[in-house]
């Protein structure tokens, strides 16, 4: 089955953590762009005028943390796929976050090397 090419937004207060994650991100063959927020209300505005396949969202950041976040995509966007990727406890916050509507759930400590794989699949799975 031939792959869709995805755009992903990614949201993010640390420009570290952004540009690393755009670089890996880009070297991924299914992936066609990449875009970035650094809080959650550019996400919001951003939103308003693209519709991504995915989105990568951290929790702990200013404006608007990722969980109301999540919540508030999933009621306006509900097809777009949300992977929570955090430093966060997991074992707290992802039942919370999975509830929410979170399709995904990565620790960016332990679990970041997922992510590749993760982001293959979803472009499989989606219809061309």
Aim: proline share 5%.
């Amino acid at each position: 089955m031939p792959t869709k090419k995805i755009n992903i937004l990614l949201v993010d207060d640390s420009i570290t953590i952004l540009t690393r994650m755009k670089e890996i991100l880009s070297e991924i063959l299914c992936v066609n762009t990449v875009d970035i927020a650094t809080n959650g209300i550019e996400a919001l505005e951003f939103l308003s005028t693209q519709k991504p396949e995915l989105i990568l969202l951290d929790i702990n950041m200013p404006r608007k943390n990722g969980i109301e976040l999540l919540k508030e995509i999933k009621q306006l966007y509900p097809k777009i796929k949300i992977m929570m990727v955090t430093n966060q406890s997991v074992d707290y916050y992802k039942p919370i976050c999975m509830e929410l509507g979170a399709e995904f759930f990565i620790d960016k400590s332990t679990e970041f090397e997922l992510i590749p794989d993760i982001i293959e699949a979803i472009s499989k799975s989606l219809v061309i």
